[in-house]
């Protein structure tokens, strides 16, 4: 089983659309997660932390669940400019910072 | 604050020549990291170091491929000869202890022909 776990998608979606993705991780001492957001030949970018008990940015919002050790991030109204990969980062703790990143989550929205 | 600092952002080079890629941390920031990304495989994590040490090399794909931390402001990873299957997109990325994620650089489009 790989660390860290994503549905490549893609995921086509129209304007103003309400879209998740999950992630999954199979190290149950993971002690800090993230979203990266990669758009086309750029680096990764940090999106947001998810916090244990769930967190919001604008538009977007994460939840993490420590029982069947997957997070989520759930976009609200989707413009243009959301089309992008999403990368899920684990760190695996034990005072380690050392991230494992997912291979992304493909998100396209259209007209 | 700059951010994370790499250069060359393109570098295109003959199968058999030495590929020095350079990365400049942000300031302050103890972790130094170098991973590789390709479509095939994603960002695979090379190695990365802590207060200039290295501390975990086990990415390194072979024995053709070295990094330093000579100081705190820079780093290099250096490829020695250069194969075609090192195409790819090398990162630098830097941290401090806590959960403040991970500032990427712009990274170095490596072309081996």
């Known amino acids: 089983r790989k660390e860290v776990e994503q549905d490549p998608g893609p995921f086509n979606v129209p304007e103003g659309a309400t879209v998740a993705f999950n992630c999954t991780y199979s190290n149950s001492a993971s002690q800090s997660f993230f979203w990266y957001r990669q758009d086309c030949r750029k680096e990764p970018k940090l999106l947001m932390s998810v916090y244990s008990s769930g967190n919001e940015d604008g538009r977007f919002t994460a939840q993490l669940n420590r029982a069947s050790q997957y997070i989520s991030l759930l976009i609200r109204d989707s413009k243009l400019s959301d089309s992008a990969t999403y990368l899920c980062?684990?760190?695996?703790?034990?005072?380690?910072?050392?991230?494992?990143f997912g291979r992304g989550t493909s998100l396209i929205v259209h007209p | 604050d700059a951010g994370v600092i790499q250069s060359p952002r393109h570098e295109v080079t003959e199968m058999g020549q030495e590929v020095t890629l350079r990365c400049k941390p942000i300031?302050?920031?103890?972790?130094l990291f170098w991973y590789r990304q390709t479509m095939m495989r994603g960002l695979e994590l090379l190695i990365y170091f802590n207060n200039n040490v290295p501390i975990d090399d086990s990415g390194m794909p072979e024995d053709r491929f070295s990094a330093k931390m000579p100081n705190a402001s820079f780093s290099t990873l250096k490829i020695q000869p250069s194969e075609p299957r090192d195409s790819a997109v090398y990162f630098c990325?830097?941290?401090?202890?806590?959960?403040?994620?991970?500032?990427f650089g712009s990274g170095t489009r490596l072309t081996v022909v």
């Open positions: 990325a830097s941290t401090i202890p806590g959960d403040y994620g991970y500032t």
């Open positions: 300031s302050g920031h103890d972790y």
């Open positions: 980062v684990v760190n695996t703790g034990g005072g380690s910072y050392i991230p494992t």
